[in-house]
């Protein structure tokens, strides 16, 4: 999607790690069309996933039934920026209900755009203001990689270097996955070491919640994807 979520999936490739893509729609559908460059680049050197056929066009149930994998394969998720009732925060949900950790960032207070994030703080979710605040929820292994990464000499433009951190720790594994959502929509983003792709595609299926009785099922269902 646009905003948020485009921005961690091209930081987290600029800082070499590695992204994912869950999409509520066939693998043969680019939605939006906006990001198709981003989207095929993806395909070839990431990984995208779905649970629906190819051919299956966009619904709008598809989202709030999409945020349940990114939660189950993600070990933490952090909220960028939501309203009061957003589907970000059907994701962080799904993450506490399953025991993941989930982290929000504070923004202005008149709006109303991050009422959704100030509203998890008051939950208890973690309030993030600087990537410390992330890093130290990570195994030591990997906020060691994290920095090292962030160590390297990379072309950094003025300005940026914030988002290439967020986009550093999305493109990161937190043992497994980071995860984070935004007002656009929802992004995860994964794994440092290459290998992770493989063996857990290997291993089958991840352990994913279950969607909220509401949203119903669809058992007959796989996760799919393409490199």
Same mark, same amino acid.
């Not at 960028?80 to 957003?86: D, G, L, M, P």
């Given at each position: ?92 949900? $799904?993450? $506490? ?54 160590? $390297? ?63 119903? !099922?669809?058992?007959? !269902? ?6």
């Amino acid at each position: 999607a646009k905003g948020v979520d485009r921005l961690s999936h091209e930081l987290a490739i600029l800082a070499g790690g590695k992204t994912i893509g869950v999409i509520g729609c066939g693998l043969d559908r680019c939605y939006p069309k906006e990001v198709s460059n981003l989207f095929q680049e993806m395909k070839q050197k990431q990984l995208v996933l779905s649970e629906y056929p190819l051919g299956t066009p966009i619904k709008k149930h598809h989202f709030p039934m999409r945020n349940r994998i990114i939660a189950g394969l993600t070990q933490g998720t952090c909220v960028i920026e939501a309203k009061e009732r957003s589907g970000s925060l059907i994701t962080a949900q $799904l993450a $506490l209900d399953n025991g993941k950790e989930v982290f929000a960032i504070p923004g202005e207070i008149l709006s109303g755009q991050s009422s959704g994030c100030h509203r998890l703080i008051q939950d208890g979710a973690k309030c993030v203001y600087r990537m410390e605040d992330i890093l130290e929820e990570l195994p030591q292994s990997v906020s060691e990689q994290i920095l090292q990464n962030l160590a $390297l000499d990379k072309p950094w433009h003025d300005g940026v270097e914030n988002a290439a951190v967020m986009g550093t720790l999305a493109g990161m594994a937190m043992g497994g996955t980071v995860s984070g959502a935004g007002k656009t929509g929802d992004w995860w983003n994964s794994r440092s070491d290459t290998g992770s792709q493989d063996s857990q595609q290997q291993s089958g299926s991840p352990n994913l919640p279950s969607a909220p009785p509401q949203l119903g !099922s669809n058992p007959n !269902s796989a996760l799919t994807g393409e490199y």
